[in-house]
T-cell receptor, first 114, second 116 residues
Framework: NAGVTQTPKFQVLKTGQSMTLQCAQDMNHNSMYWYRQDPGMGLRLIYY???????DKGEVPNGYNVSRLNKREFSLRLESAAPSQTSVYFCASSEVGGAEYEQYFGPGTRLTVT | AQKITQTQPGMFVQEKEAVTLDCTYD???????LFWYKQPSSGEMIFLIYQGSYDQQNATEGRYSLNFQKARKSANLVISASQLGDSAMYFC?????????????FGAGTRLFVKA
């Protein structure tokens, strides 16, 4: 089992460019999440998908869109990148969304916007 | 208001000694879960331990234990017999069962340095 995989691992964008971060999990989990981690801060939730076919905003959704392509895959799109979106992005999954279910994280994507 | 507070930006511990990393939380939801994650310098997030709000006993996982004091709303992580490989960032997190939806709220983290 690979767990949660993310591509790419690193990316540099110019302001205004667009890109899609890919995430896939092989644990048959229903719920998937996108977080960002800025220096000196904990992770903040961008968007989540409670189950296949649904997506909802998290704490910091502005400037992002998501697609739950199928049960395995959940992508994050930056339509017009800004320097404020320079961050490390983590995808995560959990069996369901209850309080007792731990989240499994991917290795992260380090994004720099110049 | 901060829902998860980790007041120790950095901690030092001697190898083989025990260390406690503090975490306090704020919620009015009667059902919640508390988690600790480790983030080594390589960047991945590693789940360590979980405590449910209804659990009567403190959670333990190997060298990790969670000192859960519900009335004080604290969920401190205790690492026994520290090893050099324990040097990392540690995050406390909470999920609220009824009011939080699917959100996990993270604290700002504590960086632990283990000295040889």
């Amino acid at each position: 089992n690979a767990g949660v995989t993310q591509t790419p691992k690193f990316q540099v964008l110019k302001t205004g460019q667009s890109m899609t971060l890919q995430c896939a999990q092989d644990m048959n989990h229903n719920s998937m999440y996108w977080y960002r981690q800025d220096p000196g801060m904990g992770l903040r939730l961008i968007y989540y998908s409670a189950s296949e076919g649904t997506t909802d905003k998290g704490e910091v959704p502005n400037g992002y869109n998501v697609s739950r392509l199928n049960k395995r895959e959940f992508s994050l799109r930056l339509e017009s990148a800004a320097p404020s979106q320079t961050s490390v992005y983590f995808c995560a999954s959990s069996e369901v969304g209850g309080a007792e279910y731990e989240q499994y994280f991917g290795p992260g994507t380090r994004l720099t916007v110049t | 208001a901060q829902k998860i507070t980790q007041t120790q930006p950095g901690m030092f511990v001697q190898e083989k000694e025990a260390v406690t990393l503090d975490c306090t939380y704020d919620t009015s939801d009667p059902s919640y879960g508390l988690f600790w994650y480790k983030q080594p310098s390589s960047g991945e997030m590693i789940f360590l331990i979980y405590q449910g709000s209804y659990d009567q006993q403190n959670a333990t996982e190997g060298r990790y234990s969670l000192n859960f004091q519900k009335a004080r709303k604290s969920a401190n992580l205790v690492i026994s017999a520290s090893q050099l490989g324990d040097s990392a960032m540690y995050f406390c997190a909470m999920r609220e069962g009824y009011t939080g939806g699917f959100k996990t709220i993270f604290g700002a983290g504590t960086r632990l340095f283990v000295k040889a």
